[in-house]
């Protein structure tokens, strides 16, 4: 009896140890009891098996041992475990049964190998993939009994249901294929770092896109192979997603052959140790936002250079926008939201009225429209303005939205005002011609019996200088007539070479009657000998006209200064070329006109000059007094300017060629 006993317990130490679950102590402890009871180990053993089934059971999985039945297959010796599926397998029922009864007959033949694998002391592995049904187990069979001459006279099998591994494996590595398709499929650069910033490795797809052979950068550090400035935003990027575990991006370029690149970087965590950087070629993306950009930039120039604004309105929402350009062409400061109500009260209800029937005609005929508006700024200044509109159609044949510019014709009227009165003076010329060469008819008989008195009156000093005096208007009237003449005929003008300070002698006794009693006029010569080649009675007309513009400044009486001068101070000559680049060559005459008037307003200075400008009272002036002066002394090849002007008055000077008598 205590034979059999202590064998009971020695196989249930060998069942214990096939399932690999060896305990060192619970051994050490059972062995010495065996040694003192064997019907107490046998116990030990038997609740230590069932235990080991019980773990079987609930973790699906079974542990076999099998041994040559003698006819080339294999029989079962011990079978525990659990279910696998609905199976259950015990060594009541299976000890001593065939092997080929349990295993399906397509599998059978992978199983034997593993076991051939396992009698021949090596380690067996099969799967099986439909048990359980749907599922997949993994076997591995190995060694078990030897007898004296060594040889396997049994083997071992343990049998585990991984379908939920295997599952998760294949899960795993569908995962890994969609991402090795993906990052083939873009068009960046992947490269993979470790902690230190080293590189270990890119995506294969994209190698031609390197710019480099791989074997120039892998292995080397962040420093060997980028520009200091890009390793360095690089290597601190990669140190914050080391430390953070957050992802970090940065914007880069490189000049490559030549050619100027931009590169967008993402790195982030990979793979716990890693870092993975994916950089894009974005230099296209750069160039168009740099053109778009530009195309913006030239298209403001353009509204700003041409004075136009843009609008449009939403028809159905009643929602207006104004370009900054059209604010400042109306002559407004910018609003955040701009209202009918609002345009009513900046431009009037007559003007809002304009604006909508233009709108709803646009609207309803789903057509282009224009119309104009007269903007008053204040201060007598006026802007006209043209505002475009064209409707937006959509699909469905509605109107949604008018899209529109504004743009600014004062100019234009007044360039049309300026040539309306052009007319007026050209037919005036006209007139003016036909009565000038009556005129000069009848100083041809006032002359002609003039000289014809002399004789009579040479005896008699005073008829003498009357007639001289009489003679003497006649002649300059002659030349008033001329001037007339040639105005209205455009013929080419005569130039005659004089003295500088004779002329303007000449032309101050003309200007003396027109100055009145309270207008002082003084003439201040340098002294310098200087001749200029002019045009009479058409620059004299210079002189006379500033000479008057002079007088109108000083309205409670003054000074009106006449000074010659040729300028021989090199710095103020090369000051005067640097200006007036026609008048490189040669000297240079100066001719000062100073009143004692109220100076010039800041604001009118760039204007004076304009044709039709004027600031005095309606009637009173024609505005082309500095504008035929300015147009005169030009084409004498000189210049006329303000020097100086303010509170104590105003200094101009005209500049001309000059030449040494």
Known sequence: MGERLTRQAERAKRAIKSIGRDDRASTSAATADSAGSPEHDIACWRTRALDCERMLRSINGLIFRLVRDGAGGYEFTFIEGGAIGSAVY?????????????APTDLYPTVAAAIEVAFAGGRGLYEDRGFPAGGCSEGVVLPFSRDAEGNVTEVVCTLLDVSARKMAEMES??????????????????FIFDREGTFVGYNIANEEKLLASP???????????????????????????????????????????????????????????????VVRNVSEIVETIRQDRMKGVQLDIMA???????????????????????????????????TPEWIGQVLGSNTLEVIKSAILDAVTMRRFRQIEIRRELGGGRIRYLVMSMEPVIMEDGVVEELHG?????????????????????????????????????MLQIINGYGECLR???????TASSYLNAMLDASDRTKDLVASILSFSRRTEPVMHEMPLDQFVADTMNMVKPLMGASVRIELQSSGCECGVRLEKSAFTQVLVNLAVNARDAMADGGVLTFRTSCIDDEPERTRIKARWPWLESGQIASIEIRDTGCGIPEENLERIFAPFFSTKAEGAGTGLGLSTASQIVSRHGGALFVKETGSGGTTFQVLLPAFSL
Request: hydrophobic letters at 40%; charged letters at 30%; proline letters at 3%.
């Open 90 to 102: 015990s060594s009541e029922t299976w000890r001593g049964r065939k092997l080929s009864e349990a």
């Open 173 to 190: 590595r569908e995962k890994q294929e969609r991402l090795e398709a993906l990052v083939s499929a873009l068009p960046d650069l992947v």
């Open 215 to 277: 074997g120039n950068f892998l292995g080397a550090r962040l420093e060997d192979i980028l520009p200091a400035e890009v390793a360095d935003v690089s290597r601190r990027t990669l140190n914050n997603v080391v430390l953070t575990g957050q992802k970090g991006e940065f914007h880069y370029r490189l000049d490559l052959d030549g050619v100027e690149h931009y590169f967008h970087a993402r790195m982030v965590p990979f793979a716990g140790d890693k870092v993975m950087a």
């Open 304 to 338: 700003r250079v041409s004075r136009l604004g843009y609008w449009s309105t939403n028809v159905r929402q009643r929602k207006i926008y104004w370009s900054p350009e059209a604010f400042d062409l109306v002559g407004l400061d910018a609003v955040d939201e701009v």
């Open 405 to 441: 510019t504004v743009q600014d014709i004062t100019a234009l009227r007044e360039l049309e005002f300026q040539m309306h009165h052009l007319q007026k003076i050209d037919s005036l010329g006209r007139v003016a011609g036909a009565m000038a060469h009556d005129f000069n008819n």
């Open 455 to 461: 004789k009579f009156v040479a005896t008699d000093p």
